[in-house]
Every structure is written in C-alpha cells, then in structure tokens.
C-alpha cells in the first residue's frame, strides 16, 4: 500500500516535471517568427474535462476544444492523474475542435479499486476501464467577440460511455454497461472583470459518470443534473476558479455525493496547459470521504 501511494506521488512529480520541461520549449519556440496557429486568447478554450471534452476539470463548458478560430482547426491531447484515498484514475484523451463549430472527443478512463477491489472480493487492484466518445456543437454566441452582449456562448453535446466489467456491473444492480449523457451549456466571459461562469445541465442515467454502469435498482430513468463553474483570469496565463456538478443516485447499494472542486490552470503558450485541482468526490461505493488531488496536462493547437 505504501509502496503503491509513492509511485502515485512519483507520477504527480513527474507529471509536473514533464508539464515545465514541454512548456518552457514551447515558450521558446513562441519566440520564433513562425506564424500563429490561431488568434484565440490563452485558455478560453477550457482545458480537457474529466470525460473528454473541452471545459473544466469536472464538467464540460460551451466552448470547443483547441485555439482553431472560425476558418481553422484545433486539437489537444490530454493525461489526467485523480489521486484519491481508497482509489485512484488514470486517463488519456484527445479532441478535434473543427472551425469553432463542432468537437470531437475521445478518453479513456482507468479506475483502480486499489485494497477496496480485495475487500469486495473482485481482487486487490481490480480496475474499471471506460471508452468515452463525445461530440459537441457551438449552436450560437462567442465567449470571446460577444463582449458588448449579455449573451453566451450555448452548445449541446453528447458523450457515448462505454464500460468494460459488464458482469461486475450488473451484480452491483446497474441495468447497462453502456449509455450516453446528453447536455446543454451556455458559458459567458466578462472581460472586463477577468470573470467566465459557465452552466451545464445534462441528461444521465450513468453511476460515478459510468463507472459503475447506467440506471440501477432505485431509477433507470434520465434525470436532469447541474453542473457549474466559475473562473478568475488572475493574469492571461493564470486562472484560478470552481465547480459544482450534481449527480444522480440509482443504486441501492452504492451511495452517490456530489462532485466539487477548487482549481489552478497554467497555460504559459497555447501549445499546453497544466491544471492542478483539490477535488471532493463524497462516497464511492463503500468508502466515504474521497478527496484528493486532481493533476492534467493537456498539449495542442
């Protein structure tokens, strides 16, 4: 067990390690004459969202992926670390913004049950793995050019989550290995106060976001959830900020909280960005009380 925490804190260390070594040639080569890849300001395309696409940490924003403006195409690549008590998630992704219009998204997520996996009988270690395919559309607005209006950016998008222990799952009560989650969203930036709140309300039937499968014994309904964030621009490289995302509770025998989080975001060139972030996830399974540490780093256009 404590051999297993050290090598998680030897992957955070590197993974910040890894962030300044990549960032600082990065900043080097912004130095050059070469042309820019887009006109985009510095993370107003959000970082890569725990599912995948483009927003905050926890929940998806209305902007699209990538610093690609209304004639170009963006793209990032993503790792994220989730270091909690009894529990940790590994996960890769990537997206394709295409004309600051649409969003395309891929992640997958590796959720290792650590000592709680022997407790339950599935074997110490016993790890979830989840494909997520998402899809996102800017319907109207402009977080950034729609400064002199109260109106923000709205998309809608979707996101296809496909599990891998069907048979674990149904034993727990989940009615499928499989669902999509459907959501609406609407992000505005004032410049002028250095402030970007966002608002999110999705249609799910998924368990710890598809983790322990869709619908259960208490509802296999779709319900509406809400998800928000809000972030201070401290500089044009720095952000600092929060959110809240609302979960629903369908199984009888896995208690579900919801989801908050206290974040800093480093963008030092549009080629990367590392977010650190203090995540609370309330009860998973039989363990209560999983908070932790929350580290991505994310490389694009």
Same mark, same amino acid.
């Given at each position: 067990?404590?051999?297993?925490?050290?090598?998680?804190?030897?992957?955070?260390?590197?993974?910040?390690?890894?962030?300044?070594?990549?960032?600082?040639?990065?900043?080097?080569?912004?130095?050059?004459?070469?042309?820019?890849?887009?006109?985009?300001?510095?993370?107003?395309?959000?970082? =890569?969202? %725990?599912?995948?696409?483009?927003?905050?940490?926890?929940?998806?924003?209305?902007?699209?992926?990538?610093?690609?403006?209304?004639?170009?195409?963006?793209?990032?690549?993503?790792?994220?670390?989730?270091?909690?008590?009894?529990?940790?998630?590994?996960?890769?992704?990537?997206?394709?913004?295409?004309?600051?219009?649409?969003?395309?998204?891929?992640?997958?997520?590796?959720?290792?049950?650590?000592?709680?996996?022997?407790?339950?009988?599935?074997?110490?270690?016993?790890?979830?793995?989840?494909?997520?395919?998402?899809?996102?559309?800017?319907?109207?607005?402009?977080?950034?050019?729609?400064?002199? =209006?109260?109106?923000?950016?709205?998309?809608?998008?979707?996101?296809?989550?496909?599990?891998?222990?069907?048979?674990?799952?149904?034993?727990?009560?989940?009615?499928?290995?499989?669902?999509?989650?459907?959501?609406?969203?609407?992000?505005?930036?004032?410049?002028?106060? =250095?402030?970007?709140?966002?608002?999110?309300?999705?249609?799910?039937?998924?368990?710890?976001?598809?983790?322990?499968?869709?619908?259960?014994?208490?509802?296999? +309904?779709?319900?509406?959830?809400?998800?928000?964030?809000? +972030?201070?621009?401290? =500089?044009?490289?720095?952000? %600092?900020?929060?959110?809240?995302?609302?979960?629903?509770?369908?199984?009888?025998? +896995?208690?579900?909280?919801?989801?908050?989080?206290?974040?800093? +975001?480093?963008?030092?060139?549009?080629?990367?960005?590392?977010?650190?972030?203090?995540?609370?996830?309330?009860?998973?399974?039989?363990?209560?009380?999983?908070?932790?540490?929350?580290?991505?780093?994310?490389?694009?256009?």
């Amino acid at each position: 067990m404590q051999n297993n925490r050290r090598n998680r804190i030897a992957w955070l260390t590197g993974c910040v390690l890894g962030v300044c070594l990549v960032s600082s040639a990065a900043m080097a080569a912004d130095d050059t004459s070469a042309p820019a890849f887009s006109n985009k300001l510095l993370l107003t395309g959000g970082v =890569s969202q %725990v599912e995948g696409s483009a927003g905050g940490g926890l929940t998806p924003w209305a902007v699209i992926g990538g610093y690609g403006t209304g004639d170009e195409i963006g793209a990032n690549a993503f790792v994220t670390h989730i270091n909690l008590p009894d529990y940790h998630v590994n996960e890769v992704g990537a997206m394709v913004g295409l004309y600051n219009r649409v969003e395309v998204s891929f992640a997958q997520q590796r959720f290792d049950t650590e000592q709680v996996g022997a407790a339950l009988g599935l074997g110490r270690g016993f790890t979830f793995r989840q494909n997520i395919i998402g899809v996102k559309v800017r319907l109207f607005g402009d977080v950034v050019l729609d400064q002199d =209006s109260w109106m923000p950016q709205v998309s809608i998008g979707a996101q296809h989550k496909k599990n891998n222990q069907a048979a674990v799952l149904a034993f727990v009560g989940a009615k499928s290995d499989e669902g999509t989650d459907y959501y609406v969203n609407a992000t505005k930036l004032f410049l002028g106060q =250095s402030l970007l709140v966002n608002a999110t309300l999705r249609m799910t039937k998924a368990n710890q976001i598809g983790i322990l499968g869709f619908g259960g014994d208490r509802n296999n +309904a779709y319900k509406p959830e809400f998800e928000g964030s809000v +972030a201070y621009l401290l =500089s044009r490289n720095w952000a %600092v900020g929060a959110e809240y995302r609302q979960k629903p509770n369908n199984l009888g025998i +896995a208690k579900e909280d919801d989801w908050y989080d206290a974040f800093v +975001a480093w963008a030092p060139t549009k080629h990367v960005s590392l977010t650190l972030a203090y995540a609370d996830l309330g009860n998973i399974v039989i363990k209560d009380k999983q908070r932790g540490l929350y580290a991505s780093v994310q490389v694009g256009f």
